[in-house]
């Protein structure tokens, strides 16, 4: 199917496939929406599909394009050759003015490099976060890099971002520093005295117990960092009474077989299915501290004055710490245990720690990203 181009407008197709990408995408697809001057064309690769869903939803985004390439246990090569084969014809057929790409999955790095060989500009959303080690996170700091090289417009959500970038050679009227987009979406749906709809959710005593949120999925924690993480909770929730673990579980099996394996139906630790955005982040809004690995959570959290630990070795995100509000702690279990522990134990330095601040953006990012592909491709 083609999208017949309205009246001389700019065509500007939006890809993502993935939960994180789409949550960033989302303002942008909405901004683009109100814009007259642009043709928007919105094309999933779906290498998520129940976790992609559940955002499309939530932001009411009705893709035009479907390549619906997800397939369980999917390899690297697998997404990136499906999602390359889709994408060519949908380019092809529908010759957009501008690709945009967001973040750093495979989905972006096809994305970019199927936009490259039709000689489309592209554009990269959140362009220029770097760890500095091209194996973790794997393989998303290649992924991010590879496309960096094929990109027109570098969207960068901090100024460290930008000095990433200026450091490998990208000239600076390449780059353009906007916030990140998460922040808009985060905007969007937390909300005082929020209530979830939901039994277990509703039932935790969030004044009285301390509400740990958890996440992990990093395909360099799965198996021993990741048993680790877990084991290091369940020593926390055993040594404290009034601690509370809620876990909504990433769907790779890989993670759910040690989650399971560790934490064998603790009455205090809560393994639950993905919740959708909404829920997810006033949960975190309402929780005491939160422990991850993900990407997106180190972005949200300080945004929402919680302390959160980042279990991993790198981050890409230096701007949180700089803050004051996360901290890398690694995957070392007794670490963990320790830095959790202080957080529980010690008010002056949890409040410290539980500040909001907004290193990330203030909630406009989407409308400054469409504000610059107004004037550049016009
Ligand atoms: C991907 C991204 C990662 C991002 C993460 C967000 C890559 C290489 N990795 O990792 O950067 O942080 O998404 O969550 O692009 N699954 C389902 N249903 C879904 C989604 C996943 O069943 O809706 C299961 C499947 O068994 C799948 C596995 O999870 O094989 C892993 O999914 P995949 O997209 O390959 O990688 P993620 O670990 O999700
Ligand atoms: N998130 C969600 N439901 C969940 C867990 C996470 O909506 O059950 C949101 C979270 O608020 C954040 C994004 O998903 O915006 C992070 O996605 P993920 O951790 O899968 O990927 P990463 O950010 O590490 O790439």
């Known amino acids: 199917m083609k999208i017949e ?24 697809v909405k901004a683009m929406e109100k814009e007259e001057r642009i043709e928007n064309i919105v094309c999933v690769t779906a290498q998520h599909r129940q976790m992609l869903d559940q955002v499309l939803n939530i932001f009411d ?10 397939k369980p246990g999917q390899t690297l090569t697998e997404i990136t050759t499906k999602a390359l084969e889709g994408l060519e014809k949908v380019i092809i057929e529908n010759k957009p003015d501008l690709l945009l790409v ?4 495979t989905t972006v790095f096809a994305g970019a490099l199927a ?50 970038l200026l450091k490998e050679g990208y000239p600076d009227e390449k780059i353009f520093i906007t916030g990140n987009t998460v922040i808009d979406a985060l905007f969007h749906v937390v909300k005082d005295k929020y209530i979830f709809n939901d039994e277990l959710l509703d039932s935790i005593d969030f004044e009285n117990r301390k509400v740990i949120l958890m996440t ?45 394996k560790v934490f ?10 993905p919740l959708n ?18 990407g997106g959570l180190q972005e949200e959290a300080p945004s929402l004055g919680k302390p959160v630990l980042v279990v991993r070795e790198e981050t890409e995100r230096p701007e949180g710490i700089v803050a004051g509000t996360a901290k890398l702690v690694g995957t070392n279990e007794e670490k963990i245990y320790k830095e959790i522990n202080m957080l ?15 290193p990330y953006g203030d909630g406009k990012a989407a409308e400054k990203i469409v504000d610059i592909i107004l004037q550049k491709l016009d």
Do not use: C, W
């Open 344 to 358: 529980l134990n010690e008010k002056e330095k949890y409040l410290k720690m539980s500040n909001a601040v907004n």
């Open 5 to 28: 181009n309205r009246g001389g407008k700019m065509k500007v197709m939006t890809v993502f496939g993935t939960r994180p990408e789409a949550i960033k995408m989302a303002p942008i």
């Open 216 to 260: 992990s999925h990093r395909r360099e924690n799965i198996g021993k960092p990741m048993e680790n993480i877990f084991t290091a909770i369940k020593r926390i929730v055993e040594a404290h009474e009034d601690v509370e673990v809620v876990f909504p579980i990433h769907l790779n099996p890989k993670v759910r077989d040690i989650a399971y």
């Open 102 to 105: 967001q973040g750093d999955t």
């Open 61 to 70: 985004i009705e893709p035009d394009f479907d390549l619906n390439i997800f």
């Open 115 to 164: 936009a490259f060989y039709q000689k489309v500009k592209i554009g990269h959303v959140e362009a220029g976060l770097r760890s500095g080690n091209l194996y973790s996170p794997y393989p998303e700091e290649a992924n991010r890099k590879l496309t960096g090289i094929l990109t027109d417009f570098h969207f960068a959500p901090t100024e460290k971002n930008r000095e990433n």
């Open 277 to 294: 955005y909404e829920p997810f982040t006033n949960l975190m809004a309402k929780s005491y501290l939160v422990v991850t690995d993900s």
């Open 264 to 273: 064998d139906n603790h009455p205090r630790i809560h393994l639950v299915e």
